[in-house]
């Protein structure tokens, strides 16, 4: 019974929910840079390189022999490098997005643990510590004063 109350409170603490909703949004963001690369990248780089196709580009170590289809036939040996590179288009494009939005969050973070700053809405917790930060700078300053 102990795992099931540990999972209710995961799952009602909004963890869970939150990391589903990242990975919907994930998914569904891979797919549009997926698209970007391979339809808004890809041609043009292909078109600046004389037509080649990336995703088709590979070092042969063995060509096929025989008749395709007949007994004797033996499939080439290669190494597929141009789906590599699309690959990692697709991830520099991702991390790149992924680092705008966390900086882009940072700063309203920033601003929200900012107690002095009045236009955006400070989490209580902040307020709480902020409070009693700015009490105890008071009562050290009445020490010192009382001291000298």
Same mark, same amino acid.
């Given at each position: 019974?102990?795992? /099931?109350? %540990?999972?209710?409170?995961?799952?009602?603490?909004?963890n869970?929910?939150?990391m589903?909703?990242? @990975?919907? +949004? =994930?998914?569904?963001?891979?797919?549009?840079?997926d698209?970007?690369v391979?339809?808004?990248?890809?041609p043009?780089?292909?078109?600046?390189?004389d037509g080649?196709?990336?995703?088709?580009?590979?070092?042969?170590?063995k060509?096929?022999?025989?008749?395709?289809?007949?007994a004797? /036939?033996? %499939?080439?040996?290669?190494?597929?490098?141009?789906?590599?590179?699309?690959?990692?288009?697709?991830? @520099?494009? +991702? =991390?790149?997005?992924?680092?705008?939005?966390?900086?882009?969050?940072?700063?309203?973070?920033?601003k929200?643990?900012d107690?002095?700053?009045?236009?955006?809405?400070?989490?209580?917790?902040?307020?709480?510590?902020?409070?009693?930060?700015?009490?105890?700078?008071?009562?050290?300053?009445?020490?010192?004063?009382?001291?000298?």
């Amino acid at each position: 019974m102990g795992i /099931f109350k %540990e999972f209710k409170e995961f799952a009602v603490k909004g963890n869970m929910v939150d990391m589903a909703v990242g @990975i919907i +949004i =994930g998914t569904a963001f891979n797919g549009v840079v997926d698209v970007l690369v391979k339809q808004i990248i890809m041609p043009p780089l292909s078109l600046l390189t004389d037509g080649i196709n990336y995703a088709d580009r590979k070092f042969v170590l063995k060509e096929s022999s025989g008749v395709k289809g007949a007994a004797d /036939f033996v %499939e080439e040996v290669s190494i597929g490098y141009g789906l590599l590179i699309e690959t990692m288009i697709d991830f @520099i494009v +991702i =991390g790149f997005v992924v680092f705008l939005v966390v900086k882009f969050m940072n700063r309203f973070r920033n601003k929200a643990q900012d107690p002095k700053n009045k236009t955006v809405v400070t989490p209580k917790d902040i307020e709480l510590l902020s409070s009693l930060n700015d009490k105890m700078e008071e009562q050290n300053k009445l020490l010192r004063e009382r001291q000298n």
